[in-house]
């Protein structure tokens, strides 16, 4: 037997047109009047109250935002600004920003550096602003190369190519103005080697073609398969200086926790090899 979706039951359209009837034949034109004054005086408050509410949890949030702007250090919140204006710039390359950028960048700052609430409402005023930005990306690179030191740009470079891999294939247009960004923020050849690795090595993972362990430690160093021994002490000192949580502290807890996070890479990467 063919499955019939059931028809819908059917509302109750004729309801309010039969008891204003009712409401005629017995009270008379008088109290039909009343009542639809009633009414719409009703229907007039109903809209008042909900346009009330939400202005004030409209007014709440801004008020929640500006709070959570101001407990925060400048570095932090120009290092945020200029990170949004740039990975916005990054998916403007084909002429525009579609909906489905806009809401992986957004997913970014939730899911992978945890942003609640008022902390996304900020971001999301940042990517508006950054839509609407004639800044060139010069300009930005620009000002964060003469505002942040060598480590706050490592930062940044990774962040990229966090977003930029969360597509997969990554885009190589894209790939190709992070490896821009990279030369312009003057991160040396290893280092950008150490990062694009990394995602190498998980994308060909995905694809089921790395399972050696030990390739994605060395990856993970920035060295290739085989390294002595010396070079793994000398990849990891370099590495463990520059991705010392301390030194982006002043970024915020946020980023803060993403050093912690790589540090915790190099260290397993470097135990592992150190063993083999």
């Given at each position: 037997m063919e499955y019939k979706t059931r028809q819908e039951p059917g509302g109750c359209g004729g309801c309010l047109l039969i008891l204003m009837l009712l409401i005629l034949i017995t009270g008379g034109a008088g109290s039909l009047i009343n009542f639809l004054g009633w009414l719409m005086f009703s229907g007039l408050?109903?809209?008042?109250?909900?346009?009330?509410?939400?202005?004030?949890?409209?007014?709440?949030?801004?008020?929640?935002?500006?709070?959570?702007?101001?407990?925060?250090?400048?570095?932090?919140?120009?290092?945020?600004?200029?990170?949004?204006?740039?990975?916005?710039?990054?998916?403007?390359?084909?002429?525009?920003?579609?909906?489905?950028?806009?809401?992986?960048?957004?997913?970014?700052?939730?899911?992978?550096?945890?942003?609640?609430?008022?902390?996304?409402?900020?971001?999301?005023?940042?990517i508006k602003n950054a839509i609407n930005s004639t800044q060139t990306l010069d300009t930005l690179l620009h000002e964060f190369k003469n505002g942040f030191a060598y480590e706050p740009r490592l930062i940044l470079l990774e962040l990229i190519f966090q977003l930029i891999h969360t597509k997969e294939p990554a885009a190589q247009n894209e790939l190709a103005i992070a490896r821009e960004i990279a030369a312009f923020l003057e991160i040396t050849a290893y280092d950008l080697r150490t990062i694009e690795a990394k995602h190498n090595y998980r994308r060909q993972r995905q694809q089921g073609a790395a399972r050696d362990e030990a390739a994605r430690h060395y990856a993970t160093l920035g060295l290739k398969p085989g390294a002595s021994k010396d070079e793994i002490k000398r990849a990891y000192r370099k590495l463990s200086m520059q991705y010392h949580p301390d030194k982006v502290r002043h970024l915020g807890e946020e980023f803060r926790s993403i050093a912690e996070e790589k540090m915790k890479e190099i260290n397993a990467a470097h135990d592992y090899l150190e063993n083999l």
């Open positions: 408050t109903v809209f008042v109250l909900f346009s009330s509410f939400v202005w004030l949890m409209s007014l709440w949030l801004q008020k929640r935002v500006y709070t959570y702007e101001s407990s925060q250090t400048e570095s932090h919140n120009r290092f945020v600004y200029l990170l949004v204006q740039i990975l916005i710039h990054i998916s403007k390359i084909d002429g525009q920003v579609s909906k489905e950028e806009i809401s992986t960048i957004q997913n970014f700052f939730q899911y992978n550096l945890g942003y609640n609430q008022t902390q996304m409402s900020w971001v999301k005023n940042l």
